[in-house]
């Protein structure tokens, strides 16, 4: 099995079924199963229809957390995600207002996130100097405000037609539709992460941006593509948030940027980049998911559920510091 | 000729004297457009008075940033903090201004120092962390509050220190400014945190505890985000659960904009000031110039991002001229 | 070792807090109650003592059977299902005392705590309202009776609600009338902005130049209120020697809202009154132009607890008199409607009658028409508190 570079299958580091059952992935698998386990126990309501049905209005930041993985495993960070979620929403509710048809809303709502998500890579690549977390946070003041005063001093616009949106909410079966888009996102995202020569300059990128460059990877052009990506992903959030809310207000999507990093650092990946994969990310995903529709049931109050999902974060992101330090002290000892 | 070049080069070679021109030049448009009220003494007295808490914990965040760091909790633990302070007062009836301050700042201490235990001792990086405390003492300010506010007369003794007129608010950043200059310029510790932040494995090799540094670091920026949160109190009168939400990004983009670098190792006390008050004035001018408040995100954002590449672009030049220099 | 020594006890550590946010969430949910039910108690106290406008929530239990055969009306019937209310947000007392309202009175319907819902978004917004909507939903409540922080963000999730048999109804701030049954209106919207207006004008002398500071700019209740006073202002030339200067916003931040009333300040010289229809924008524009000793006045809607301190007829103080209404009441009126839609005994149509136990003095209410064609039930007039009477409402709410 050569792969282009020549490189076979042996060359990578032999994956052990006991490395594959102690791996973080299947950590969160379990996680994710006493979740379950737990929310049945707690909550009558927890019941298979009932997380589905309340999944939608969580489901949309899912499409964003692919692509924040990308950005994180390139070693950047996107923290106006939110804002071009608050823009594009806005703009495709006036689209909505003007009577355009559904699908030039649905164009207009991913071009916004496109076109924001552009700008964005055009500062990053031009200005590599500056890091991305001050530029996106510039950038952030800026599409939420062209939301502000797109919007006028009402501070909100709503969906004249809710018709089209009503159906992108909508269910078959017991499944709400973004969940069959959420897998299918999965599925292509994963793939082109793990599976792809793209993906494998991604992680190369984020490793060490210097050596990749002279390896004669396109560095600029990879981090163009995913900021680019990321923007876009945010205008699918925006159009799935909109079938939730049928309107956009100048808190649309305020924190977004933050849950979704926190759901991909919970799924292994490292915000010093080249790090994790978005099977672990899915999962992690998953996991905040019913975590706080459990909570949420249980009518605690949203603040402390934060603090639980804070605690979570730290505690994630240290465990693989202190495995870490139990190996090291291992072979410390086996040198001895 | 000669003199004109030395002139620009002053003006180039330093971030701090670029930002003061360009402060001035807006100080002079402001005054301008609003037709000579800008710049009275009540009005300057409330931009330093308002943005107190920002520019208090901007020097924290310079001392973060310097060594490649950031906090995001920083206006978590000051809500916490400021919970705690003014329940205090309203349940327990505990009024002494002095002990209170103290508190504060012990409290402050206690979650940087958390913060820097954790990003130093168990390698995580400074924003999951933050981003975790973040949540975390947000919601346990909304515990202690438990849906109530101390204000108006429950905090009453304590507001005098921070009222309008008071001079206090002022001392304390006046204090905190000497000091912060003096250690950062003068003092072993000052240099360390720059050499820790220009480069780490560097800084370790040559005998410096880096984690030691990182702990002083992120305990200092407690220190100071307590003690904003007492001073909050203070000024507002009240405090509130939700109080400075959202406004850590304000705190980063004063820093950045009075040139510090979030890689690490550049930045200075007094750039950290003029970016700070560039930030406070644009924030006071903006409504007065008769801007309709709905355009004032947008403004400051586009004006931000273009400070921002402003600098840039300059740096890029200032490098070029020396390369060229050298070439010669 | 070392390092590995504090790591796993900082993991230790990070458990612990973790188990003790769980737990004191739930003892501070209990204690909410217990000092919820404590401020209903000196409520009654207090409101006995008075002349009182408006009645107390708590001790409604023991007549309201009584009242509601005396008045010819429909009682509200039993409580017998599962109440929910959302609040704007969390950490605010206004919301709080809502909240308080609310629970005493269904109490008093014979609800054990189990039905009582009291569910506060994380933040103050239309977002975090829906998700919590939604978990309200999948308990299967039998009503929600929710403050809207948008006007429109909410009505998917609240149309779902309804589809689920869940009766709707709003209070505080409004949706669009097709996506709840009623409204409970705490004082009718024209007569909320006339009592403003007049505070202005009998403040400013009759002339001069005033200013607005609102709280969100999306804050339908608060833009009802403002759209309401401008009309009033052109309608009457009584009013035409009153110049409005500015809408600001102060977003119901401490900070923002000082911000916004020091611009005010100083944007405009001339300016003789300041009404502020929100309860941190008036608390915050109160101590700058108290600290300031400065010769504007000020008006609008606060807490008493809140203001007791700025109000006063001297110089010294900043607001002569302002309005607000009971929110223990508003959020007990909420309880009663719940408990009526689900009930069967009013269908929120416009004409329905029911009493809501001790409140309005155990006469009955009646759901009104709005301006917009939508219905409502409207709490009562708005109360004016002033220097005779502030120490007293300060200790209730």
């Known amino acids: 099995m050569a792969g282009k570079s020549g490189r076979t299958i042996d060359a990578t580091p032999k994956t052990s079924i006991k490395s594959r059952v102690l791996s973080w992935e299947s950590g969160l698998i379990v996680i994710f199963i006493a979740v379950l386990i737990f929310g049945s126990i707690v909550s009558k309501s927890f019941t298979f229809s009932n997380v589905l049905r309340e999944m939608p209005k969580y489901l949309s930041e899912l499409f964003m957390m692919y692509a924040m993985g990308f950005i994180l495993v390139i070693a950047e960070i996107d923290i106006s995600v939110g804002a071009i979620v608050c823009l594009a929403g806005t703009m495709t509710c006036f689209a909505n207002r003007a009577g355009a048809p559904l699908i030039v809303q649905i164009i207009v709502c991913i071009g916004v996130g496109f076109l924001c998500g552009c700008l964005n890579g055009v500062i990053a690549t031009h200005f590599q100097e500056l890091p991305t977390m001050i530029i996106t946070l510039g950038t952030q003041i800026i599409f939420r405000g062209i939301a502000e005063v797109s919007m006028g001093s009402g501070g909100s616009v709503s969906l004249s037609d809710t018709m089209g949106f009503a159906k992108i909410g909508g269910m078959v079966g017991p499944f709400p539709i973004a969940f069959f888009l959420i897998i299918i996102a999965a599925v292509i995202f994963i793939f082109v992460l793990s599976r792809t020569t793209f993906g494998r300059k991604m992680y190369a990128v984020g490793s060490n941006r210097t050596a990749a460059l002279y390896a004669g990877i396109p560095v600029q052009k990879i981090r163009q593509i995913c900021f680019t990506l990321v923007g876009t992903m945010a205008g699918v959030c925006a159009l799935f948030l909109l079938a939730t809310s049928f309107g956009a207000n100048t808190t649309t999507g305020q924190g977004f940027e933050m849950d979704v990093i926190a759901m991909c650092v919970f799924g292994g990946i490292a915000t010093t980049g080249g790090k994790g994969n978005l099977v672990g990310a899915t999962i992690a995903g998953f996991t905040i998911v019913c975590l706080r529709i459990a909570l949420g049931q249980l009518n605690m109050s949203g603040q402390t559920i934060l603090v639980i999902i804070g605690i979570l974060l730290i505690v994630s992101a240290l465990i693989p510091g202190i495995n870490q330090s139990v190996k090291n002290r291992r072979k410390a000892i086996a040198a001895k | 000729m000669n003199q004109k070049k030395s002139l620009w080069k002053i003006i180039t070679g330093s971030r701090e004297v670029s930002l003061l021109l360009i402060l001035i030049v807006m100080l002079i448009v402001v005054q301008i457009l609003s037709r000579g009220t800008f710049l009275t003494p009540t009005n300057i007295g409330q931009i330093f008075r308002n943005n107190a808490l920002t520019m208090l914990m901007a020097l924290g965040m310079l001392c973060v940033m310097l060594t490649a760091g950031i906090d995001i909790s920083i206006t978590s633990t000051l809500a916490f903090t400021g919970m705690i302070i003014g329940m205090l007062q309203k349940r327990a009836g505990f009024t002494n201004t002095f002990a209170l301050f103290l508190l504060a700042a012990l409290i402050g201490i206690a979650c940087g120092f958390l913060n820097g235990l954790i990003i130093s001792k168990g390698h995580l990086a400074p924003i999951i962390c933050t981003m975790g405390f973040m949540y975390i003492w947000r919601g346990l300010a909304y515990v202690v509050s438990n849906n109530q506010w101390a204000s108006g007369a429950d905090v009453a003794k304590f507001a005098e220190f921070g009222k309008d007129g008071s001079v206090g608010p002022y001392i304390i950043l006046i204090i905190a400014y000497v000091v912060f200059f003096i250690v950062m310029k003068w003092t072993t510790f000052g240099r360390r945190i720059y050499a820790v932040g220009s480069n780490a494995d560097a800084a370790r090799v040559s005998g410096i505890n880096v984690d030691r540094v990182l702990i002083q670091v992120y305990t200092i920026m407690g220190l100071l985000a307590g003690l904003a949160g007492a001073l909050s109190v203070s000024i507002y009168a009240s405090a509130q659960p939700n109080m400075q939400y959202g406004k850590e990004m304000d705190v980063i983009a004063a820093c950045v904009i009075g040139g510090t670098s979030m890689n690490g190792g550049r930045g200075s006390v007094v750039g950290t000031f003029l970016g700070a008050l560039f930030y406070a004035v644009l924030a006071k001018a903006l409504p007065l110039v008769g801007l309709d408040s709905i355009w004032q995100n947008l403004i400051k954002g586009v004006v931000v991002l273009a400070v921002v590449l402003i600098n840039v672009l300059t740096q890029r030049t200032m490098d070029r001229a020396a390369l060229e220099r050298r070439e010669m | ?397």
């Open chain 3, 1 to 397: 070792m070392k390092k590995q020594v504090v790591s796993v006890v900082l993991t230790a550590a990070m458990a612990a807090g973790m188990l003790a946010g769980c737990g004191s969430s739930a003892s501070s949910s209990t204690s909410s109650t217990s000092s919820a039910s404590s401020s209903a108690a000196s409520t009654s106290a207090s409101s006995a003592a008075s002349t009182s406008s408006s009645s107390s929530a708590a001790s409604t239990s023991a007549s309201s059977e009584a009242v509601a055969s005396t008045s010819g009306a429909a009682g509200v019937g039993e409580a017998s299902g599962k109440y929910a209310l959302v609040p704007k947000s969390a950490g605010n007392p206004f919301n709080e005392r809502e909240a308080s309202g609310f629970q005493d009175a269904l109490k008093a319907l014979g609800c054990s705590d189990d039905q009582i819902i009291v569910s506060y978004p994380d933040n103050p917004t239309a977002d975090s309202q829906i998700t919590v909507i939604q978990s309200l939903i999948s308990q299967g409540v039998s009503s929600i009776a929710v403050a809207a922080n948008d006007a429109s963000a909410l009505d998917a999730a609240l149309k779902q609600a309804s589809d689920a048999g869940i009766k709707v109804c709003t209070l505080d701030s409004d949706v669009d009338a097709d996506y709840r049954s009623v409204f409970c209106n705490q004082a009718g919207v024209k007569e909320i902005a006339q009592a403003l207006m007049d505070a202005v004008y009998d403040i400013s002398g009759g002339s001069g130049e005033y200013a607005i500071l609102s709280a969100t700019s999306q804050a339908t209740n608060q833009n009802a209120w403002i759209d309401a006073m401008k009309q009033i202002a052109e309608s009457d030339d009584k009013y035409a020697d009153l110049k409005l200067d500015e809408i600001a916003y102060g977003d119901d931040e401490a900070q923002k809202s000082t911000d916004q009333t020091q611009a005010l300040l100083t944007k405009y010289p001339d300016l003789k009154v300041i009404c502020s229809p929100t309860t941190v924008g008036i608390a915050a524009a109160a101590k700058v132009l108290q600290d300031q000793k400065s010769s504007v006045k000020l008006t609008g809607l606060g807490l008493p607890s809140e203001m007791k301190e700025y109000i006063g007829d001297d110089d010294s103080h900043s607001c002569p008199y302002m309005f607000l209404w009971n929110p223990i009441d508003l959020g007990a009126l909420a309880a009663y409607t719940s408990v009526a839609l689900v009930n069967g005994t009013i269908t929120g149509a416009v004409g329905d009658t029911f009493t809501a136990g001790d409140l309005n003095d155990g006469n009955p209410y009646t759901i009104t028409e709005n301006s917009d064609k939508a219905s409502e039930i409207i709490l009562g007039q708005p109360f004016k508190f002033d220097p005779s009477n502030i120490e007293e409402w300060a200790e209730v709410y």
